[in-house]
């Protein structure tokens, strides 16, 4: 079994276990502020949408803020003892919730617990690629990221259907995920990152400026459409949210099919062209949506996408496995991860502005656009390789 792994065995039992407790955490996050709240905080702390989606803002800006600092704890004080503290105080905060009947202790709770949460990604991320078998990092990465994100959609909608009818049931539920997250951490609580031993060469910090476009626009053109997709897909596709559902759950689980062997080709052949092509495919399926297609023509258009995500994905890890310096490798993960989150915090607002000033089609419009323009960017700067060796 090992040797379709893409990692070594030496940490990958603590590899597996810090993702299981990161993927819990983060189904009990979304479970917590989309599937929790909406129901919980009207009836029983009689808060209304703007405090307890404000609370949400504070927990991501907390995150995201700080997550060069917070993979910097992971690499000097532990990367356990950080994911510890995270689902510490995670349970903390399920644990007042019941008592926070005034908007500032749920805002309070919001961001402390962002904060912990802060060390998580850069950490995990910087094991993945410390462990990872020769040959195979942008496998490792990918198979990291594929392996955590579903737990997001499971808290949200497991908890979400719970809440509905039965809020306390629902917290309740929370708790006990969270605290079998604790537990799992607990097992951990001494466990540090592999340190290499420290290089003599100087890393130009002025390259990361390289990989600053698309760690702020992968995340910001999806973000311009990402909060009316369901109201695009209703009045210009004439799709249900059922419809649509599908349609998502075939594109996700082409690219998680197709992660395997994308992520060899990568690591095979290099990431330069996966990455400038999955960024020219993903254009190309914003592109086509925001110029009306057919019904017949979604069920390509999102295995396309799916393709496109494949490729991309593994291309974009591969791009930074290969390029990050080792030392405080997680200090300058979690940077561009808080680049990552200023490009979805925004995406939202300019999609906003895109939809009121030129109509619903317009923000996949400039998605498209954005992904296309970061194909370009990347197709010349491997073009010009005395540029990029330099």
Do not use: C
């Amino acid at each position: 079994m090992f040797r379709f792994l893409p990692w070594r065995r030496e940490g990958l039992s603590a590899l597996l276990r810090l993702i299981l407790v990161v993927g819990l955490l983060e189904g009990v996050r979304s479970g917590y502020f989309a599937g929790l709240l909406p129901f919980y905080a009207p009836e029983h702390l009689g808060l209304g949408p703007a405090a307890f989606t404000l609370a949400f803002t504070l927990h991501q800006l907390a995150e995201n803020l700080s997550k060069a600092a917070g993979g910097l704890l992971a690499e000097r004080l532990g990367y356990g003892l950080t994911v510890t503290l995270a689902a510490a105080t995670g349970l903390l905060a399920l644990l007042l919730t019941p008592r926070a009947d005034s908007a500032w202790i749920l805002w309070t709770l919001g961001a402390l617990w962002g904060l912990t949460f802060s060390s998580l990604y850069p950490g995990l991320m910087t094991l993945a690629s410390r462990i990872a078998r020769p040959g195979m990092d942008a496998r490792a990465l990918a198979f990291t990221l594929s392996l955590v994100m579903p737990w997001v959609g499971l808290g949200l909608v497991g908890v979400g259907q719970v809440a509905q009818r039965h809020p306390l049931q629902a917290l309740h539920l929370l708790l006990a995920a969270q605290g079998l997250a604790l537990l799992v951490a607990l097992s951990l609580v001494r466990f540090r990152i592999p340190v290499p031993p420290p290089s003599r060469e100087r890393y130009p910090l002025y390259r990361l400026l390289l990989f600053v476009p698309a760690a702020f626009g992968q995340t910001f053109a999806p973000g311009l459409v990402s909060l009316f997709l369901l109201r695009f897909a209703k009045e210009e596709l004439g799709l249900e949210p059922l419809a649509l559902g599908g349609l998502l759950v075939l594109g996700g689980g082409a690219a998680f099919l197709l992660l395997p062997f994308t992520g060899r080709l990568v690591d095979r052949r290099g990431y330069q062209a996966a990455l400038v092509l999955g960024l020219f495919l993903l254009a190309l399926v914003m592109a086509r949506l925001g110029t009306g297609p057919h019904p017949y023509e979604l069920p390509a258009a999102a295995l396309l996408g799916g393709l496109g995500f494949s490729l991309f994905l593994p291309g974009w890890n591969g791009l930074l496995a290969k390029n990050l310096p080792q030392e405080n490798r997680a200090a300058i993960w979690g940077s561009l991860m808080t680049v990552e989150g200023l490009g979805l915090a925004l995406g939202p607002v300019a999609g906003g502005l895109l939809w009121e000033a030129f109509g619903l089609p317009a923000p996949f419009l400039a998605g498209s656009g954005i992904f296309l323009a970061l194909s370009l960017f990347y197709l010349l700067l491997f073009r010009v390789r005395k540029l990029w060796r330099r």
